[in-house]
């Protein structure tokens, strides 16, 4: 049985607890809820003795407010398992936490981003080995379908073997959770060629539909689905997820991410970080 890593909320406030414990019970997966904690305590005119035991009661009330919330939100009979850490770098830790076998992180979404300061939800999507779930803190009213969205006129081995793991995920995730599963595709014309009138919008777009059908089919096959399931909108790649995405009222994303870091990262984003900042609902991003 695989395990899901879920990162608590601050005392405030209460999305991915519910949410992963959730996913963890439809998915057959065991739950780990784990709880930072954090305090420069070095700044405090105290003694060594005095610092170890502010540290201790720190954990210890976070611990119970923990375990309260977990048994608050787990379903009857399912197994969790609590830690509280104390940490500053959320990140980091969570990172190098999953290097264990884990099927995914699930964590609530605070979207803002500067190119000064990374968040731990871009650290995390560029740095963590495995799936990571943002949950949304405020979603749309009341949603159902599960959308994946997949790169359909990519020739690279790598992106078309992302596609077959997106909606593998996509379709398990829209199984477990008894509700429908759509594909979107986005055709995104050269913003440099459109402006010169180089392309025909609509030639280009019914060239790269007749590009795409080959790949459709095979994914098709693959993955017992209707070639219709799949739809494809012309726009760029953010702007087309998200409509779509509105449009579905769905409660869940999965995207594919390249996982960029370093400068690359910082100046150029990923498609699932430009996603991020505009959908109101969860997302999942998987990396190769």
Partial sequence: MGRL???ADPKDSCFAT????????????KAEVVAFVYAPLKRLKVSTGEKAAIKKRLLGERDKEIHARVDQFKQPGQKVVVTVVWEKDISRWVTKRCSRPYEAVVKTGHRSHSLINTSTDWQLLRECPVPVLIVAEKKWHRTKPILAAVDLGT???EKRALNHLVIATGKRMAQALDTQFKLICALEIPTLLADLDLVDPVAYTNEAKKAMKPHIQELAR???LPVSAFRCKRGPVAKVITSEAAQLRAQL?????AGRRGVQARLLGNTAESVLVHLGTDVLAIKL
């Avoid at 949410?19 to 439809?26: F, S, T």
């Fill in 18 to 29: 519910p949410r992963g414990l959730e996913l963890a019970h439809k998915l057959g997966l």
């Fill in 155 to 157: 020739a690279r081995k």
């Fill in 222 to 224: 693959a993955h017992d």
């Fill in 253 to 257: 994303v999965v995207i594919g991410t």
């Fill in 5 to 7: 890593l879920i990162v």
